[in-house]
């Protein structure tokens, strides 16, 4: 058995024991589900989705390595995930994956509505042209708050979690975590992946309308569970 394996059955049994301990607990991942292993080199994504799948994952959002086959390669995986992808930023309606993603899904715990939002990172110069295509980048915080403010208002989710592949923070301007819940509204968690970054407690940041909006991320790899 490989060491990939073996990390895949650990979190698996990790899963189980925290579902046990709070029957409410989801399972999220912000992103960059596939990179340059064996397996999705052999696979192309297959794999990963099917165990995903069989885990028990409640929704997940693209990163940039969720590209590397293109969007040919991973809608051709994407029928072997069971749970939604989140891409509210990401307008895909020339391309492949069109209506095959959705902004945010809403899923209800012991009486609790919680809406979940996806957003990804800017593609150009990070991404070859030919892997993403006419996928069309929107303004990131602009659409965070658009889809947030109509969970909360509209849909009247009691919480509201948006899965980021912004990356926590940057020595430059560039768009991060941090930057989102800054300019957030209606946005009460924000869980990020892309810097792989290892926050012993979660940030607490002050939104537009100086309400707490909570960052956290866990590295990655599944090294810790957040």
Not at 77 to 87: G, R, T, W
Request: aromatic share 8%.
């Amino acid at each position: 058995m490989s060491i990939s394996e073996k990390a895949i059955k650990l979190l698996g049994k990790e899963i189980q024991k925290l579902r046990k301990e709070n029957p409410n607990t989801l399972l999220l991942d912000s992103g960059d589900i596939f990179q340059g292993t064996p397996y999705f080199n052999m696979y192309g994504g297959e794999l990963e989705l099917k165990l995903m799948s069989q885990i028990g994952y409640d929704a997940c959002t693209m990163g940039n390595h969720d590209f590397d086959n293109g969007l040919d390669g991973f809608n051709k995986v994407l029928p072997n995930a069971n749970f939604p992808f989140l891409c509210a930023n990401y307008d895909f309606s020339n391309t492949i994956l069109d209506g095959k993603t959705t902004p945010y899904t809403i899923i209800e715990k012991d009486g609790l509505k919680i809406g979940i939002i996806g957003i990804g990172i800017q593609l150009k110069g990070l991404v070859d042209k030919r892997q993403y295509k006419e996928t069309i980048y929107l303004d990131p915080i602009e659409q965070a708050n658009q889809y947030a403010t109509q969970l909360k208002q509209v849909e009247k989710c009691n919480l509201v979690i948006c899965l980021s592949h912004l990356g926590f923070e940057y020595s430059d301007n560039k768009l991060s975590d941090k930057q989102l819940a800054k300019g957030s509204k209606n946005i009460d968690l924000i869980i990020g992946g892309h810097t792989h970054t290892f926050l012993e407690e979660p940030l607490l940041i002050n939104n537009l309308e100086n309400q707490t909006v909570t960052i956290n991320q866990v590295g990655w790899a599944g090294i810790f569970l957040g």
